[in-house]
């Protein structure tokens, strides 16, 4: 079982930045593949960003390649994602997920945090 913390979330200009975290209890933490989603208000989840347990192989949502960078600590049981040109579409409520991936490269999802709020103002 894991259990999953978002924090880092807040209100926001236009062109700043903010940091998440997503912190996970469990001891085999390092062996999920974590990702991060978005739902703004009326609009699907969607996806934003996911990081393989080693660190590496990043892949972004178009909307936010560029601006936004996950980044995993396997010591903290922590992922993180900086988010920086921040603009107004944005806004949403974010929230991380941890699972892995199939043989066919499909990912899934096993364990969802309750969301931090970013609101981003013009």
């Known amino acids: 079982q894991v259990q999953l913390v978002e924090s880092g979330g807040g209100s926001v200009q236009a062109g700043g930045s903010l940091r998440l975290s997503c912190t996970a209890s469990?001891?085999?933490?390092?062996?999920?593949?974590m990702g991060w989603f978005r739902q703004a208000p009326g609009k699907e989840r969607e996806f934003v960003a996911t990081?393989?347990?080693?660190?590496?192989?990043?892949n972004y949502a178009d909307s936010v390649q560029g601006r936004f960078t996950i980044s995993r600590d396997n010591a903290k049981n922590t992922v993180y994602l900086q988010m920086n040109s921040l603009i107004p579409e944005d806004t949403a409520v974010y929230c991380c997920?941890?699972?892995?991936?199939?043989?066919?490269?499909?990912?899934?999802?096993?364990?969802w945090g309750q969301g931090t709020q970013v609101t981003v103002s013009s």
């Open positions: 990081i393989r347990w080693s660190g590496g192989s990043a």
């Open positions: 997920a941890a699972g892995g991936r199939s043989f066919g490269g499909d990912y899934y999802w096993n364990y």
């Open positions: 469990g001891r085999t933490f390092s062996s999920y593949v």
